[in-house]
C-alpha cells in the first residue's frame, strides 16, 4: 500500500474502525495545512512539533481533535471532514495559542485552544461557503488567522486571557535606518551570512508555519511534504528561499529572517501556486516564485500594520497573496488550473 | 386584528393612507434592528429610548424618518421600505451620533445625523446587493457601522466634527493585570455580584443595542418583542445573559458587564441565529449560544482594536458573529434555514 | 479621424505596429485612471505629470509599461490590455512610489516600482475576476492602493524602503479645537478665501489624483477629459467643487483643501457616477454630487486611520464610495445603468 499521494486505499481500510477513521482525519488536517491530504505528511509534521516543544504539539493535537469533532457535531459534510479540511484551522489555533499564551500546560490556555478550535471550525465553514461558492476558491487558513487574533487581541483587556511576553503594543515608527538585515540568530549574535544561516532562515522558515522553530523540525516537516508530493517539497524549499531572499532583498531585520520569520508565509505560497493549484509549466513556476515574494511582502507589511497590538502576522499573508495568485485562474489562457474537486483544501 | 407576528392586515390598512404607511414603516424599521417587522415592537423600542434619554428617542425617530425618505427618494422597492428595511440602520445612526457627538439638541448634529442617515440607505442599499444577491444573506446593520464610523474617525479633526468625551483615543496595552470582572455600576462603585448585578448586566445589554442605558428600557423591548414573537423575547434574553457571562469568563471589565455592554450584540446575535435564521430544533439553539459567546468575545477584540482611535465597537461584533453563523446554511445538512423570502432583515 | 470618444478607427490603426499598439495602450491606461478610453486623455495627463515635476511624470510612465508589459507576459486577454485596463494601476503605483519614497531620480526606488507595477497587474486581474464575475463592477483602482499600502507600511521598517518625510507615523488624537478650515496655501501662508483660493482647491485637486500638486496640470487634464467626453468633464469639476465644499463645511484642514487634497477623490467618484456608470439624468446627476460628499467623508475618515502609520488615504476614498453608488445599479428602477461591456473600467 502506497504511502504517496492522498493514499486512499489506507483511507478506505482506515473507514472500517471509527477511532481509526478519526486519527486518520486528524493526521490529514494536519498535512492540509500545507495542502497534503497524506496522514504520513500529518504524523511527520506533529513529529517535527513536538520536536520545537511538547507543549506545542500538545496543543496543536488538542486543536485538530477538537475542531474535527466540532465539524462531525454540527454535521458537516463526512468527505471533507475525512479529507482532513476542518482540521488544519484547528492545529494551527492550538500551536499559536500555545506560543502567544503563557504559562505553557495551563488548563486555562487548554480550555481557550477548545473554545477557538471549535469556534475555527464554524467560521471556516461559513468562509467555505463563501469563497468556494462565489469564487472557486477555498478560504485557506483564514479562519485560524481571524479566530486567533480575535482572542489575542481582546485578550490584552482580559484578566483571564493569559497573554505572554511576545505581544508587545508599541508605537509604529520609521525604523529603516536602525535596521540591519545581516543573518544572526539573535539581535546581538555573531553574524551568519554564511552557509549557516541560510540553511537556517530556510529550514527554520519550514518550521515556523507550524510554530516550531527549529531546524531539525523544518526538515523533518519537508521529508513529510515529499512523502505525499515531491513537486510540493520543491516548492516548499524554492517557496522559503525565495522568502528569506526577499527579506534580505528589502533591508529587513536579519535576526528575523535567520529565525525562519520570512519563509513560513512564501513556503506555502509557493507550494499552493507551483504544486497544487495550477498545472505546473514555466509560467505557473514563475508565478508561484511571484506568488512567494508577494507573500514576503505582505509579512513585513502585516507585522508592521499589527504593531499598534503587538499583534503576529500568522499566516495571513500567505492567506492573501495565495488568493490574489489563485484567483488569476480564468483571467489568463496560459494558465491551467487544477479542478477545484481536484483540490484538498 | 392581531398584533402578533407581521401585523399584516394592520399594514395593508394602513397602505390605505400615504402618511400612516410612512410611519408604519419608519416604526417596522426601528423594530428590524431586532429583526421585528412589526410597528409595535417598534413602537416600544422608541418609547424604550425616550426611557434613556428623550434627546436619543428624538434622534433614532430623526434618522428612521430620514432613511426611510432617502429610499423613497432614490426610488427602491417598496416593499423592502414598508417592511423597514430601509429604516433599521437609519435610527441607529441616530442614536449613536446622539450619543457620541455633544452637545444635546445640538442643530450641527443634527444635520449629521441627516447627512449620515442618509448615506446609510444607499450603503445599505449597495451592501445588500453584493451580501444577498452573492452569498443569500443580509448584510445585517454593516452599512449603520460603517458611516457612523466613518463620520467619528474623520470628525477627530474637523473642526465642526463635535466628537464628545465617549471618544477618546489612547494606546492599546495590556492591561490584563488590572481588569476586574466584579459587576459594578462604576469603576468606584460597590460591588454588585449578586441578582442586582446580573439583572441591570442582562437587560441594560437588551437596551443597550439602542443606546439606552437603563434596565427598564431593557423591559420594555423585550415586551415589545415579545408581542412580535415569543421565541425571539426568549432568545433575546438568552443571549444578552450569555454575552454577559461570556464577560465574566474572559475576565472583562465589571463596569462595562454590568452597564450592559457585553450583551447587546450577543442578544442580537442569539435572536437571529435561534429565532429567525434558522427552524429551531436542539442543534440550532446550540448553534445561536455559540454566535453569542463568539459574538461577546468579538465584541472583545474589537473594542481593542479601536482603541488607537478612541471608537466604540457598535454592533460590528453582532454583524460578523451572526455572518459567520448564517452563511453555515447549506454546509449542514443538519440546520434548516429558513426561505430567504420569508426573512425580514 | 476624431480624437473625441475611444479613437476606435486610430486604435485599430494603431494595431498594424506592435510598438505603436503598445505605446496606445499604455496612454490609454493612463486615461483609464479617470475611465478614459482615449490616448489623447493619457497624454494630456503624462504631460500634466511631467508640469508637475519631471521625476512623477518619469516614475508614472515607468510603471505604466512595466503593468502593461506584466499583463502580456501573463497572458491576459489582448482587448483589455488595448484598452489600457493594466495599466492605469501602474501609472498610480509608479506616481505614489515617486511621491513618497525618496530620494529622486533614485535606482532603488525605481526597482520598487517595477516591483509594485508588475504585482498590481496580478492583484487587478485577481480583483476584476471576484469584482466582475461575482457583481458585476470593476475593482477601480484598488489594486494601486493595496499595492502601494504593503510596500510603503512593510518599508517603515526596511533598511532598504526609502520612505521620506511625508511619511510620518503619529498617535491619532481629537484635534478639532485646533483645526482651521481657512484656505491657504501652507499653515503660516496668508488667508485665500477667495477666488484664488477656490480655483487652486479645485483645479490642483484634479492635478492630485495624478499627484501633481498644479493648478496648470489641474487643467491640462479637464482639457484632456473633454477631448474624450464633455459631461466626464463636467463632472471632473463639480466633483473637485464638491469635495472642497465638504471639508469646508465638515471644517477640515484649510491648508490641505486648498492643495486640491479633498478634491481628486471626489472629483474621480463624480466623473465615475455621473458621467460613466448611469445613464444622466436628474437622479443620478444628484447621485454623483452624493458620491462626491461621500468620498469626501471617507477622505477625511481613512486619513485619520492611517496616522497611526503615517500612509496616506490614497484613492481608497474613491474607490470605496464608487463602489457603494455603482453597486445601487439593479436595487433602484429609477436609475439606468450602462452595459458592463459599455464600461471600460
Not at 529550514?203 to 521529508?223: H, P
Not at 499573508?317 to 489563485?326: D, E, G, M, S
Request: glycine letters at 12%; hydrophobic letters at 60%; charged letters at 10%.
Amino acid at each position: 500500500m502506497s504511502v504517496n499521494g492522498t493514499m486512499q486505499a489506507w483511507g478506505e481500510r482506515a473507514d472500517g474502525n471509527p477511532l481509526l477513521a478519526f486519527v486518520d482525519s486528524c493526521l490529514r488536517g494536519v498535512g492540509q495545512v500545507c495542502f497534503m491530504n497524506n496522514p504520513v505528511t500529518g504524523l511527520a509534521i506533529v513529529i517535527a512539533m513536538f520536536i520545537g516543544e511538547p507543549w506545542l504539539g500538545f496543543a496543536g493535537l488538542l486543536g485538530v481533535v477538537v475542531s474535527t469533532l466540532a465539524a462531525i457535531v454540527i454535521g458537516m459534510d463526512r468527505g471533507a471532514i475525512r479529507a482532513g479540511l476542518f482540521g488544519f484551522n484547528g492545529v494551527l489555533v492550538g500551536g499559536a495559542l500555545s506560543l502567544f499564551l503563557q504559562p505553557d500546560w495551563d488548563i486555562v490556555v487548554m480550555v481557550w485552544i477548545v473554545l477557538g478550535a471549535s469556534l475555527s471550525t464554524i467560521l471556516h465553514a461559513a468562509l467555505a461557503n463563501v469563497f468556494i461558492g462565489a469564487h472557486a476558491v477555498p478560504p485557506f487558513t483564514l479562519a485560524f488567522n481571524f479566530i486567533t487574533l480575535i482572542f489575542l487581541i481582546g485578550a490584552l483587556n482580559f484578566a483571564n486571557g493569559r497573554v505572554g511576553g511576545l505581544i508587545a503594543p508599541a508605537d509604529a515608527q520609521v525604523t529603516r535606518g536602525s535596521v540591519s538585515n545581516t543573518l544572526r540568530s539573535a539581535a546581538d549574535a555573531a553574524t551568519a551570512n554564511n552557509l549557516e544561516g541560510v540553511l537556517n532562515a530556510i529550514f527554520r522558515g519550514i518550521g515556523q508555519l507550524f510554530f516550531a522553530n527549529s531546524i531539525v523540525a523544518g526538515i523533518v516537516i519537508v521529508v513529510g511534504i515529499a512523502v505525499c508530493s515531491r513537486i510540493a517539497a520543491i516548492f516548499a524549499v524554492v517557496g522559503s528561499t525565495v522568502g528569506m531572499l526577499t527579506g534580505l532583498a528589502l533591508g529587513a531585520n536579519g535576526v528575523a529572517i535567520y529565525n525562519g520569520l520570512w519563509g513560513f508565509n512564501s513556503f506555502d505560497a509557493a507550494l499552493a501556486v507551483g504544486g497544487v493549484f495550477f498545472v505546473l509549466t514555466w509560467r505557473s513556476g514563475v508565478l508561484a516564485v511571484a506568488c512567494a515574494v508577494f507573500a514576503a511582502m505582505l509579512f513585513g507589511a502585516i507585522g508592521t500594520l499589527f504593531i499598534p497590538w503587538g499583534l503576529p502576522a500568522l499566516t495571513l499573508p500567505f492567506c492573501f497573496a495565495t488568493l490574489a495568485f489563485v484567483l488569476l485562474k480564468g483571467a489568463s489562457t496560459e494558465l491551467e488550473p487544477v479542478e477545484v474537486a481536484d483540490i484538498t483544501t
